[in-house]
């Protein structure tokens, strides 16, 4: 068995989905689990959906929601046989009719939970698996629905949840291969379910983690994440353009490159398959021939000393001084305290004498976290920071990095730098708006000439 999964451009339209189609029928005699998410950017507009309800634009929610249902049912009949095609109306008919009673009852409320974000955003992944399963029908490949909510069973913090995994195991043992014996199952990523029943989502982006535990639960030979770039790329293509596809990367880099920024693997990726030591492969779903990023268990042999460069956007700088006895011992509890409360997690930190400045990247309690804070030491914060990223096994071993990251940004105001911590990364803050030259003078340095084993 193996696990592909499809990310939201892959099956965005009737055309999208029937490359799909040929892309899992080349591997049929593998016994494919397909993983699908929503289909292109119907989470964001879910999301959109609730936040009209709760601002009481009623005609506006059920335009939106109009919208919605044509876009699933005109790119949904291309592909749905004639026989099915009914069934298909009806199973449309009904999943709008529960979304647009769920969006009123929200409307009515005024207010938002986390419960009912992950109701309301579990429609994508829920149309899109069903959708897909009847078009592999249409297109002469055997397909099972499976609701993912019935195998996903998670905790109950919404928005975020996490698996159980004995419990989330033993359900895809006891499912899963049996269908995939006979038939192409088609579950929806991001979804799950709380022991007691209630919707629950991974967090966005969340469709990678669920083909990931699902590779795990059913010890798959390999874990397919099938996306619209061509593999893990030496820096993100939304920053920088012209950078090069990695062919091999170990866990520990992907999983410090997706922490770090990059989108194309969810964070909680690797570790199922870690455990499990299941090969992931990232490959783009327009251009299957390429032979996409390999990510494997041990570190691989490479001359350069980065293997990619991922950075964060929207990065808070919160400096803490205090003018009196700031080593005193228990301080840094203080403030870690602090951060704990309110749920907001530290990426990076530097300390001096009197001070230590961290960053955070959820602003959501920063007020009320700087109030707490200045009860014992001043406050100041600096929005719109970056984090860039370098990302390698080598980067320990390999005398002078430093010197070639402030050689490169020699130009560019440095606001932190962090080495270290993880053996792997070495990290610097600057401003957002100076993010793009930075990546692209780093990436200039460490890739001007490139391992041949790794790189393409
Ligand atoms: P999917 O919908 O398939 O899950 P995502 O949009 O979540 O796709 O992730 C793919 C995107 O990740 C790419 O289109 C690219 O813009 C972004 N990305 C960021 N950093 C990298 C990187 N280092 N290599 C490749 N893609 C990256
Ligand atoms: N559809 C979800 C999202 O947009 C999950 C995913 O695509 O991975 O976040
Ligand atoms: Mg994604």
Redesign the pocket.
């Known amino acids: 068995m193996i696990v592909m999964k499809?990310?939201?451009?892959?099956v965005e339209s009737a055309q999208a989905i029937e490359r799909v189609a040929g892309i899992v029928k080349a591997r049929a005699d593998r016994n494919p689990v397909v993983v699908v998410?929503a289909m292109g950017k119907t989470t964001n507009k879910l999301l959109a959906i609730a936040n009209t309800a709760i601002a009481g634009k009623r005609d506006e929610y059920i335009r939106q929601i109009h919208d919605l249902r044509d876009f699933h049912s005109r790119e949904a009949r291309q592909v749905t046989p004639l026989a099915h095609r009914a069934e298909l109306d009806r199973w449309l008919d009904e999943h709008f009719e529960e979304l647009t009673e769920l969006v009123k009852g929200i409307a009515v409320i005024g207010e938002l939970t986390p419960r009912s974000i992950d109701a309301i955003s579990s429609y994508g992944e829920r149309l899109s698996s069903y959708i897909v399963a009847l078009a592999f029908g249409y297109f002469g490949l055997p397909a099972v629905h499976l609701d993912a909510r019935k195998v996903i069973v998670t905790d109950r913090r919404h928005t975020q949840a996490a698996p159980i995994y004995p419990e989330t195991y033993s359900r895809l043992d006891a499912v899963v291969p049996a269908l995939a014996a006979e038939k192409v199952v088609v579950m929806g990523g991001f979804i799950g379910s709380t022991e007691d029943g209630v919707t629950s989502t991974l967090g966005r982006?969340g469709?990678?983690f669920t083909a990931s535990i699902v590779g795990a639960g059913i010890h798959a030979e390999e874990i397919q994440i099938?996306?619209?770039?061509d593999?893990?790329?030496?820096?993100?293509?939304?920053i920088l353009t012209g950078?090069h596809r990695v062919k091999t990367i170990s866990f520990a880099e992907a999983a410090e490159?997706a922490y770090f920024?990059?989108?194309?693997l969810h964070p909680a990726t690797v570790i199922p398959a870690v455990e499990r030591n299941i090969p992931v492969l990232i490959l783009n779903s327009r251009r299957p021939d390429v032979p996409g990023t390999l990510i494997v268990s041990q570190a691989v042999p490479c001359k350069n000393a980065v293997k990619?460069i991922?950075c964060k956007r929207k990065i808070t700088l919160v400096n803490i001084h205090s003018s009196r006895m700031f080593m005193a011992h228990g301080f840094l509890r203080r403030i870690f305290e602090v951060f704990d409360r309110y749920e907001t997690s530290v990426d990076m930190i530097a300390t001096s004498e009197v001070s230590v400045s961290l960053t955070i990247d959820n602003t959501t309690h920063l007020a009320r976290i700087a109030e707490e804070l200045n009860e014992f030491s001043q406050v100041s914060t600096e929005p719109e920071q970056a984090i860039v990223c370098l990302v390698g096994e080598n980067i320990r071993y390999t005398p002078g990095v430093a010197a070639m990251v402030f050689n490169a940004l020699r130009e560019l105001n440095i606001r932190m730098i962090s080495q270290g911590a993880s053996l792997l990364n070495l990290s610097v803050i600057v401003a957002e708006k100076d993010l793009r030259s930075a990546v692209e003078a780093l990436h200039t340095e460490f890739f001007r000439e490139l391992d041949p084993e790794v790189f393409e």
């Not at 099938?226 to 770039?229: G, Y």
């Not at 593999?231 to 939304?238: E, F, K, Q, V, Y």
């Not at 920024?261 to 194309?264: I, L, S």
């Open positions: 499809f990310g939201g451009s892959s998410s982006g469709s990678d099938w996306t619209d770039v593999g893990m790329l030496t820096a993100d293509p939304t950078g490159l920024g990059a989108k194309v990619s991922a």
